[in-house]
């Protein structure tokens, strides 16, 4: 076994122990710093492919800035351990079932479609360089860019007014 | 190298593992934790690909999907807090009426 399989197999193990952990968790707060180590493990195999820009933004993105505000939510509601009462006997076998299928058929799809001997490239210089990624990102793609700073900007507005107390609490 | 068809079952068990966790849990913040799960299973693929043809379109991509997935949060958790206000509960089966 090589090094790069051995350390693809490590991340592996890790990001699906977190993702499990992440949807057998009674205690919403475990759920998250599950999700966190799960972004941690996905993070590092994008620096093994060969992409430190976006394995770092992961991190700072995803596991800073997404996570702090779904904890800081938890904790706002009280929501830690909510009762999760059962209403549909069936769905839960349900879910296990549909959710095997859609394995089942994607890891069919993958392997009659992408052939087991090819490989992945190593890191390459042109792919690292975060210089490749901004050139392509202002010019190739400056429309999407600038639609997504107004998605960005509509969010926040959006968050905003959500959550805007009602005015009769205000006046008095 | 490790053979490409390994990134993308682990995409495709992490994309799975997403769905199930969105179909048993009846808490909307875990719910809400299973989509990002399923967003990073994307990405993961976007990457792998990217990686195997040397074109960074794939990352430009990864960048369009965290900003899309960052709003998302950002407004469904203020949506929580509203219902949370109005329900007293973040239980989706609470949540089967459009007026509080």
């Known amino acids: 076994m090589t090094t790069g399989l ?9 990001a699906i122990t ?9 205690n919403t707060v475990y759920s998250a710093l599950f999700l966190i180590i799960n972004f941690l493990a996905v993070a590092v195999l994008y620096l093994i492919m060969g992409a430190p820009f976006i ?8 596991a800073g800035a997404i996570m702090v505000l779904f904890l800081f939510v938890i904790m706002l509601l009280g929501a830690e351990k909510p009762k999760e009462i059962e209403q549909m006997k069936w769905q839960r076998p ?14 069919y799809a993958l392997l009659t479609r992408v052939s087991i001997t090819v490989t992945t490239n190593p890191a ?37 007014v959500l959550t805007r107390m009602p005015k009769k609490d205000k006046g008095q | 190298m490790i053979p490409i068809a390994y990134p993308l079952v682990l995409a495709v ?8 966790g969105f179909l048993l849990r009846k808490n909307a913040i875990v719910i809400f934790m299973c989509l990002e799960l399923m967003f990073n299973a994307a990405n993961l693929v976007f990457i792998t690909f990217a990686n195997h043809y040397q074109v960074i379109d794939g990352q430009v991509f990864v ?4 900003t899309v997935a960052a709003a998302e949060v950002a407004v469904g958790l203020a949506l929580m807090v509203t219902i949370f206000r109005t329900k007293q509960s973040i239980d989706i089966d609470q949540m089967n009426s459009l007026k509080g």
Do not use: H
């Not at chain 1, 051995?6 to 890790?14: K, P």
């Not at chain 1, 993702?19 to 057998?24: D, K, P, R, V």
């Not at chain 1, 390459?124 to 997504?148: H, M, N, Q, R, V």
């Open chain 2, 13 to 20: 068990i992490l994309f799975c593992m997403g769905i199930v």
């Open chain 1, 124 to 160: 390459s210089e042109i792919l690292a360089d975060p210089k490749t990624l901004g050139i392509s990102l202002y010019t190739k793609y400056s429309l999407p860019f600038e639609i997504a700073s107004v998605i960005l900007l509509v969010a926040a507005i959006g968050a905003v």
């Open chain 1, 94 to 107: 349900l879910a296990f079932v549909l959710g095997g299928a859609i394995l089942v058929e994607g890891v």
């Open chain 1, 18 to 26: 977190a993702a499990a952990g992440l949807i057998l968790s009674r």
């Open chain 1, 55 to 62: 394995a770092l933004a992961q991190i700072t993105i995803y």
């Open chain 1, 6 to 14: 051995f350390v693809f197999l490590t991340l592996a193990i890790i």
């Open chain 2, 63 to 66: 960048v369009f999907v965290m």
